[in-house]
């Protein structure tokens, strides 16, 4: 779709794209690194507005946001392409699906690529907000490939949602490689990230906005499993705030990663050992099982009880009312 956009900036002929850190100069007839931001004889197009790949209804846990309304429904979208490519992406069938369409034409992909696009159900910003609000989802979530490249959708969707008074929630699941113009743009519209490490001033800016914000990292064996990076990486987050969620993931492998071994959930103990020392109070291991479900677990900071149980994606029990714990009345941080 032909937009104008305030992260779009025409330079003659060209388009300098300023959604994500890349700020792709775009020429005409070609698209940035994302493959769904385009030049079309001298117009922005976003290729992917209002046909999302992916559409599902997810527990909020899965983003994974463990203090934003625990236990509910997250009306969840992603689009083809993404600015980033990781040899590890689960999800890459649709994140690189632009990239790989030029790699097979280098000619042809766009046209190749926009009958893929013609092929999915149109999800108009209206009907993103009629469908969350039918499935009693409390939020809708920007995910499953990079959101920053489809913002103006996004928005378009918080928009209707706000006009409609549903008191619908938003979420960006996100890399963290916005630009700073993109997460202004966002704010008082987004109301919780869950934002990748790799991303440290996006952290912070995010804060600053007053969206609640969880951060994840992927524990990849032999590549970001040192415990002196985990080290600073844990005393940045406590920094910031000691009781921000860092939630740390078992790696499997995927995509270009099938030779890497899945990451040890010794590992994974001791980087969350290394977060504890540092001051954090809050550390998750996820996409571990079985006897490691407890590391799921939040705990209060003053008086050590169970204030959520989970298993999985579930809640077993939930002992915060009002925001505070059950036990001690300690206000814990989130959105409740």
Not at 124 to 134: M, S, Y
Not at 198 to 214: C, D, H, L, Q
Not at 233 to 249: N, R, S, V, Y
């Amino acid at each position: 779709m032909i937009l104008d956009s305030p992260l779009v900036k025409k330079e003659g002929k060209i388009l300098r794209c300023n959604a994500c850190n890349h700020r792709c100069m775009i020429t005409e007839g070609h698209a940035g690194i994302c493959g769904i931001r385009s030049n079309d004889n001298g117009k922005f197009n976003l290729s992917v507005y209002g046909r999302p790949c992916a559409i599902w209804i997810d527990p909020i846990e899965k983003k994974p946001l463990y203090h934003f309304l625990p236990g509910s429904k997250s009306f969840s979208i992603g689009t083809f392409g993404c600015n980033f490519g990781c040899d590890f992406c689960q999800n890459s069938d649709i994140s690189q699906a632009p990239k790989e369409a030029r790699q097979r034409d280098p000619k042809r992909w766009r046209e190749y690529f926009e009958k893929m696009l013609e092929n999915l159900q149109e999800l108009p910003p209206k009907g993103a907000v009629e469908t969350a609000l039918a499935n009693k989802c409390k939020s809708i979530s920007y995910t499953y490939n990079e959101p920053t490249i489809f913002t103006e959708y996004a928005m378009d969707i918080m928009d209707e949602a706000k006009k409609r008074k549903s008191n619908l929630k938003h979420v960006y699941v996100t890399n963290g490689y916005e630009t700073d113009e993109c997460w202004d743009l966002l704010k008082g519209k987004l109301d919780a990230a869950n934002i990748d490490l790799k991303s440290f001033n996006s952290i912070k800016f995010a804060k600053k906005t007053g969206m609640w914000v969880e951060v994840t990292t992927l524990l990849i064996p032999d590549k970001n499993d040192n415990p002196d990076e985990l080290r600073q990486a844990a005393e940045f987050l406590a920094g910031i705030d000691k009781e921000m969620p860092w939630h740390i993931t078992s790696f499997h492998p995927e995509y270009k990663m099938l030779d890497t071994k899945a990451t040890p959930p010794e590992s994974m103990i001791k980087a969350r050992e290394i977060g504890l020392d540092a001051g954090l109070k809050h550390i998750y291991l996820g996409n571990l099982q079985g006897t490691y479900s407890n590391y799921e677990t939040t705990i209060c900071p003053k008086c050590k009880k169970t204030a959520i149980n989970r298993e999985g994606f579930s809640l077993i029990e939930n002992n915060i009312i009002d925001g505070k714990c059950r036990f001690c009345k300690y206000k814990i941080k989130g959105i409740w």
